[in-house]
Antibody
Framework: VQLLESGGGLVQPGGSLRLSCVASGIRVIDYAMSWVRQAPGRGLEWVSAISSSSTKTHYVDSVKGRFTISRDDSRNTLHLQMNSLRAEDTALYYC??????????????WGQGILVTVSS | EIVLTQSPGTLSLSPGERATLSCRASLSVSSNFLAWYQHKPGQAPRLLIYGASTRATGIPDRFSGSGSGTDYTLTISRLEPEDFAVYYCQQYGNSPSSTFGGGTKVEIK
């Protein structure tokens, strides 16, 4: 199983970025998938999750209304659309495969992470 | 929301020694839905333990998890050089959110 994130970079406050995570070795349609982030010098923070059927999504309060998680099953890819970005969104973002089809679950495979920096 | 507090923040030990890491929850973790991860710089976090005490696939038996309710422990029976890393606990399956502890760094003494 490999999860490869892309789409990170430097963006100004108020700007937008779209993260992508291409999976190999699994079908993302079969599992719930999540994004977890780690701000510089901080611990891990679960950000968002989507069910295998894409009918259920979940977000941490700090990103509700700004971030949208989605999946493209034909491309075996997970996305995170991030709008109205703030300095406190600066972090390494990890794509995570849930061990089961449950939103708030533990992850058994993680990507290497992609850096998002929000700064003027 | 369940807050997880890990202690100590840093553990300085020598290879071959035993490491005992603590994770305390602000509320009881239902069904012992508690996981542990190992995280090394520049690498993806690695799942070690889930369900408080079940080792993930391929994890050596020197890693063990225990606990229930609000108090959980990760024990590394004999530290190998590759075990020096940051360890995180995570509670899952409990609304409104999944949360992680702040981490314990196990460093070489």
């Amino acid at each position: 199983v490999q999860l490869l994130e892309s789409g990170g970079g430097l963006v100004q406050p108020g700007g937008s970025l779209r993260l992508s995570c291409v999976a190999s070795g699994i079908r993302v349609i079969d599992y719930a998938m999540s994004w977890v982030r780690q701000a510089p010098g901080r611990g891990l923070e679960w950000v968002s999750a989507i069910s295998s059927s894409s009918t259920k999504t979940h977000y941490v309060d700090s990103v509700k209304g700004r971030f949208t998680i989605s999946r493209d099953d034909s491309r075996n890819t997970l996305h995170l659309q991030m709008n109205s970005l703030r300095a406190e969104d600066t972090a390494l973002y990890y794509c995570v495969k849930s061990a089961a089809n449950a939103l708030l679950w533990f992850g058994d495979f993680w990507g290497q992470g992609i850096l998002v920096t929000v700064s003027s | 929301e369940i807050v997880l507090t890990q202690s100590p923040g840093t553990l300085s030990l020598s290879p071959g020694e035993r490491a005992t890491l603590s994770c305390r929850a602000s509320l009881s973790v239902s069904s012992n839905f508690l996981a542990w991860y190992q995280h090394k710089p520049g690498q993806a976090p690695r799942l070690l333990i889930y369900g408080a005490s079940t080792r993930a696939t391929g994890i050596p038996d020197r890693f063990s998890g225990s606990g229930s309710g609000t108090d959980y422990t990760l024990t590394i029976s004999r530290l190998e050089p590759e075990d020096f890393a940051v360890y995180y606990c995570q509670q899952y399956g409990n609304s409104p959110s999944s949360t992680f502890g702040g981490g314990t760094k196990v460093e070489i003494k």
